[in-house]
């Protein structure tokens, strides 16, 4: 960023945008920037970098009355929000689609007292995107997540989850992992959750029940080819909201940073923020 930085900065000003900029220095750093923001009355705020970076930005904004315009550069690992969504890579065209001023309404996702744009989850394969060390996915991106995945796939354990969501049956059952999904692009894998859009009040919920290492390498194969949501050992549905609770230890995964545990209440608030998008 720090190469793209100037450039970025004097295409705003021709464009007639005054921008001020910031320097993450550590965990939280971002949402405490963006919360400032706000208050100083800044119009929009634009975040540069992946998942990571943009999980604490909107967590800034998301309890916030009055909540600018958000843009984003992609400059992480996965990137798996602007993949989603189209958003440009190359900064030059992103500039000028903010100087235009276009946005669209994006539902945001709560988790308890936490916010997600992408993606919540739990289970032992969703552990990964934070088990990955940060050289390790500066060196060489996306590979350390499969790298680092098909080590935990042969230690994979179920774990017991009853879930409650509107319009659906109680489930109660051994699951390998769940997920819930804002849009369609997850870890890289972009027909992991199809249906999903950012902007339909729903999240599409994907459930993988107990299985065996074979089975879960089936399921891999499926989901690369977005084949994987009729298979018996899947569930799926849509719901605006649901609770999931456990009677063992399961950590959250929020847009690939850790987000607690549960048991967790999970709301989709629709059009709550508004996103730079052609």
Not at 3 to 26: F, M, N, W, Y
């Amino acid at each position: 960023m720090k190469k793209r930085l100037a450039d970025i900065l004097q295409r705003l000003d021709q464009g007639g945008i005054e921008a001020s900029c910031h320097a993450t220095t550590g965990e939280g750093d971002a949402t405490r920037e963006a919360e400032i923001a706000i208050e100083r009355g800044y119009d929009m705020i634009l975040a540069a970098g992946g998942d990571g970076t943009l999980y604490e930005v909107i967590n800034g904004m998301a309890e916030r009355e009055n909540r600018p315009p958000l843009g984003v550069f992609p400059l992480g690992t996965t990137n798996d929000f602007a993949r989603a969504l189209g958003i440009p890579r190359q900064w030059e065209d992103y500039v000028d689609l903010v100087i235009q001023q276009q946005t669209r309404p994006l539902d945001l996702g709560k988790a308890n007292d936490r916010y997600f744009i992408n993606i919540a989850g739990g289970g032992s394969l969703t552990e990964l995107t934070y088990e990955v060390p940060s050289r390790l996915k500066t060196m060489i991106g996306q590979l350390a997540y499969y790298m680092k995945g098909i080590e935990k796939m042969a230690s994979l354990s179920p774990q017991e989850l009853i879930i409650r969501a509107n319009g659906q049956e109680e489930i109660h059952d051994e699951f390998m992992l769940f997920l819930i999904a804002n849009t369609n692009s997850v870890g890289g894998f972009e027909k992991l959750a199809p249906g999903a859009t950012i902007d339909d009040g729903l999240f599409d919920v994907i459930g993988v029940r107990k299985c065996n290492l074979a089975d879960m390498i089936r399921l891999v194969t499926l989901a690369l080819r977005g084949e994987h949501l009729n298979d018996k050992k899947v569930v799926h549905f849509q719901t605006d909201h649901m609770e999931i609770t456990s009677p063992g230890y399961v950590q959250l995964n929020l847009d690939g940073e850790l987000g607690g545990t549960l048991p967790a209440t999970f709301t989709n608030l629709k059009h709550h923020l508004q996103l730079f998008h052609r």
